[in-house]
């Protein structure tokens, strides 16, 4: 079935939104004020889910993909409008979803940080098994734009250029593994999450270690801008300790929080604590306490130690936030002086947030968001909160 409906807004994941016989349509590539003829995939009790097949009146900012496999790859959202319009509709999302479920006051988030380069800024690349043979070599491609299929292709163009050979070669996956991560190193060496190989990554002029099979952010140029925003935060906590939870190779705790005396960084991954090591001994930083395991585990005992100073805690979780119950526990009457918690899923976040506000001991400092990730949905957002010194004392 096709309909034909008028796009008013851009939804967070880059769907079009419009409105349908009372139900909201998700329109997948249209554009904020286009009318579209779209073809309906899901009829839903509360929603409507389509994808525009005809442009009927076209938004003067939509422009003709670069890239080849756009219409099929999951990678990419947003390869239909032009960049400065694209930055747009994101902070605009930020926006409706702090205000929607926070009711954050519109002072406090920030225009977005935009990234110089819209393509070939990504320093890694993740690649998934075309085939089920595993023991025969074959070529790895992107997930599909439906979740299920992978795209084969000769290049992406959001990609560093340097990865380019890797598209056309066929892989032989070690361990069963379904897919391989691709990190590229300061001095242009591939490596990736099969190798047991420590690599360095120049972020904002300075060199860090990181590992084949340790977390490292993509987009280094967007990266640095978000150090020196956290760096800033830092210094104007005047923190006598920094707690780096989920610290992966320190990135943070050795460029954002070096003036800060003490340091505690919280890590499982033991390829990036390993990191982390290395990186500690090559600057001296005899300030920087290490700890290895879980933060839902390792935080609490930690913290009780540190509890009389003047604390500023720093979050950088995976993709699927911290455990509610880490989060109900910042909530409570011992909290933090400061928190900063950055998240690369806005929704995930908020929902975390929701958690830390509960008890009231939290107000709002800032929220700044960064397009970390150009051309895809994805949105990098970092929260500064402090405590609310009248609402512990009532408590």
């Known amino acids: 079935m096709k309909i034909e409906i008028v796009v008013d807004k851009s939804a967070f994941g880059g769907d079009g939104l419009g409105t349908m016989n009372g139900k909201t349509c998700f329109i997948e590539g249209g554009l904020p004020g286009e009318r579209v003829i779209a073809r309906v995939l ?3 009790k509360n929603f409507i889910k389509a994808k525009a097949d005809t442009i009927l009146e076209r938004s003067i900012h939509r422009v003709d993909p670069a890239c080849p496999y756009a219409s099929h790859c999951g990678g990419c959202q947003y390869q239909h409008v032009a960049y400065s319009e694209e930055l747009k509709l994101k902070e605009a999302q930020i926006r409706e979803i702090f205000d929607r479920s926070l009711q954050i006051p519109a002072s406090l988030i920030e225009p977005i940080v935009y990234s110089d380069k819209d393509i070939r800024y990504r320093n890694s690349i993740t690649l998934h098994r075309t085939s089920e043979d595993l023991k025969m070599p074959h070529r790895l491609g992107f997930i599909g734009r439906d979740n299920r299929s992978t795209v084969v292709i000769k290049d992406c163009l959001i990609a560093d ?4 050979p890797l598209y056309q070669k066929k892989w032989l996956l070690k361990k069963n593994a379904k897919r ?3 990190k590229l190193s300061e001095n242009g060496e591939i490596v990736s999450d099969q190798d047991d190989l420590f690599l360095r990554i120049k972020v904002g002029g300075e060199s860090l270690l990181a590992h084949a099979k340790g977390f490292f952010q993509n987009n280094l140029a967007v990266t640095e801008m978000l ?9 104007a906590s005047q923190a006598e300790t920094f707690f780096d939870l989920y610290a992966g190779a320190g990135t943070f705790s050795l460029l954002a929080a070096k003036r800060v005396p003490k340091i505690t960084c919280i890590e ?3 390829y990036s604590i390993h990191a982390l090591k290395m990186n500690k001994e090559e600057r001296k930083l005899n300030s920087l306490k290490i700890i290895p395991g879980s933060v839902e585990k390792a935080f609490r005992p930690a913290f ?7 604390i500023l805690v720093f979050l950088d979780p995976p993709r699927q936030g911290m455990e509610p119950a880490l989060a109900s526990y910042f909530a409570g009457e011992v909290v933090p002086d400061q928190l900063i918690y950055l998240s690369c899923d806005p929704l995930t976040l908020v929902r975390d947030l929701r958690i830390l506000l509960a008890e009231g001991c939290y107000e709002f400092v800032a929220i700044a968001p960064f397009d970390m990730f150009p051309r895809t ?6 929260a500064r909160l402090r ?4 609402s512990v004392v009532q408590k």
């Open 180 to 182: 391989i991560t691709f």
């Open 377 to 382: 949905k994805h949105i990098e957002v970092a």
């Open 42 to 44: 899901q009829d839903k």
């Open 268 to 270: 499982e991954n033991l």
């Open 161 to 164: 250029q340097r990865f380019a």
């Open 387 to 390: 405590k609310k010194i009248a």
């Open 304 to 310: 009780e130690k540190e509890k009389n100073n003047r």
């Open 227 to 235: 150090i020196k925003k956290i760096a800033g935060w830092i210094e």
